[in-house]
């Protein structure tokens, strides 16, 4: 007698789940002896160059609270507007710099912070020149696929208003929610960046 195949149904989509931020960020979660360093931990060395800026904020759920078991990852080029990697063919980018870094928001604020450089102009495609900006990426319990969205400096109007990412969002309300501005009451360099995942003031994110 041949063996009765079993209809099998299609498994539940997955979450990152509740701990994604103690997988990525032992450390930061006080689980030590996992490696010295999380990855992303430190960006900046004291030979990096460029102008140093901190880039904080808060991930906020659709009612308005904050998440506080996020991991934020951040990609960015160096301050001449060259990537580290193996990929980038326009010339070599500092050595002191990772174009990387990432942080989990903190368990009590929901607080995520970033010590890092400006970056500098990147071309698109067609050989514009981008404004200056940070590529985020956002995970956390409950998101099915990690969300990618730009962050774009408040202080950089004229860049960012030629820039061929940022005005392919046509609704300029909608642009504001990728834009970090000083932060109130904070020294010079620091830069406010929330991110809201639902609601009238959601962020852009991007297929990619």
Not at 5 to 16: F, H, I
Not at 58 to 74: F, N, R
Not at 106 to 126: H, M, N, W
């Amino acid at each position: 007698m041949l063996n009765q195949l079993r209809p099998y149904r299609e498994s539940a989509s997955q979450t990152a789940g509740p701990y994604v931020h103690i997988g990525c960020t032992p450390n930061q979660a006080e689980i030590t002896g996992v490696w010295a360093e999380d990855l992303g931990a430190r960006m900046l060395q004291p030979q990096t160059k460029g102008e140093r800026i901190v880039v904080e904020g808060i991930v906020y759920d659709g009612s308005g609270a904050p998440l506080k078991d996020a991991v934020i990852e951040i990609w960015q080029a160096d301050a001449a507007g060259l990537y580290a990697g193996p990929g980038e063919s326009r010339g070599a980018a500092d050595p002191a710099f990772p174009g990387f870094g990432r942080q989990a928001t903190d368990g009590d604020t929901g607080l995520f912070r970033f010590e890092t450089i400006k970056p500098g102009r990147v071309p698109y495609d067609d050989g514009r020149l981008q404004a200056p900006h940070i590529s985020v990426w956002i995970v956390a319990r409950g998101i099915n696929i990690g969300l990618s969205t730009r962050l774009y400096f408040a202080d950089e109007a004229e860049a960012n208003a030629a820039d061929p990412v940022l005005l392919r969002v046509l609704d300029p309300r909608r642009r504001g929610t990728l834009i970090a501005a000083p932060a109130p009451g904070a020294e010079p360099g620091v830069y406010r960046f929330d991110i809201r995942l639902q609601g009238p003031d959601e962020t852009v994110f991007f297929d990619i």
